[in-house]
């Protein structure tokens, strides 16, 4: 863990792997079945480009994580 930096707006998210799992997929050993299972692909329109299991975007995740509300200080 390091020190925060002054200028750096928290929280942050420095590194990631994997698309966050859809909406109404069954929480994580729905995710884990979905990713094995074309068929349950097919459904979010994963062959067409929709969802894209092995994208991350680190920017989107800061983005979003921006947008939360703040509810501390810096010190």
């Known amino acids: ?9 928290y929280p942050l998210c420095i590194a ?18 979905f990713l094995g299972s074309p068929e349950r692909q097919k459904q979010y329109g994963h062959e067409k480009g ?4 092995a994208k991350f975007d680190l920017d989107e995740v800061n983005d979003a994580l921006q947008s939360l509300p703040k509810r501390w200080k810096p010190w």
């Open 1 to 9: 863990m390091q020190p925060a930096q002054v200028g750096v707006r």
């Open 16 to 33: 990631g792997r994997r698309a966050c799992p859809p909406e109404d997929i069954g929480g994580i050993y729905g995710y884990e079945d």
């Open 50 to 53: 929709y969802f894209d299991p």
